[in-house]
């Protein structure tokens, strides 16, 4: 499938009328809010190696995420075919544009990752192809915490 194609159909998918994120009482005033910048992030496993994938984020990942300042906002895989058996759909929150580039180069760089990512690829590569895309919350969207 087309990365356009696919990141067209994502919406639909992941923003249903109500109740998928969970939302402030109210709209934050502060300007930490207002540069947060959300990072959608599509996997592309080779075959088989999603379930890989998914223990990998489930027991490691995540948890390195958050040390080092990527707020986990919310984790899909989908459920018709061909992409439910390869691929994983995610958003993490960062402060801002250039926490989200320092973020990452310190999660790159953290030995932890390093080690997970080496014992889980040790029977060959899991992700194929990363998309990441960039994101801020329109004016009427609800806030996410």
């Known amino acids: 499938m087309k990365r356009r194609t696919l990141i067209q159909s994502i919406p639909a998918a992941l923003l249903p009328a109500a109740g998928l994120f969970p939302v402030s009482e109210k709209h934050s005033d502060s300007v930490a809010d207002a540069d947060t910048v ?13 379930p890989d994938l998914l223990k990998r984020f489930r027991e490691h990942t995540t948890k390195i995420f958050e040390k080092h300042s990527m707020k986990n906002i919310a984790y899909w895989t989908p459920m018709d075919e061909p992409q439910k058996s390869n691929t994983l759909i995610y958003i993490l929150a960062h402060s801002g544009r250039e926490a989200a580039a320092a973020n990452w180069k310190a999660f790159s760089a953290d030995p932890e990752w390093q080690s997970v990512q080496k014992a889980s690829e040790a029977n060959g590569k899991i992700v194929e192809k ?13 806030w996410l915490r």
């Open 130 to 142: 990363v998309d990441s895309t960039f994101m801020t919350l329109t004016d009427f969207s609800p």
């Open 38 to 50: 959300y990072e959608l992030r599509v996997y592309h496993c080779y075959e088989g190696k999603l």
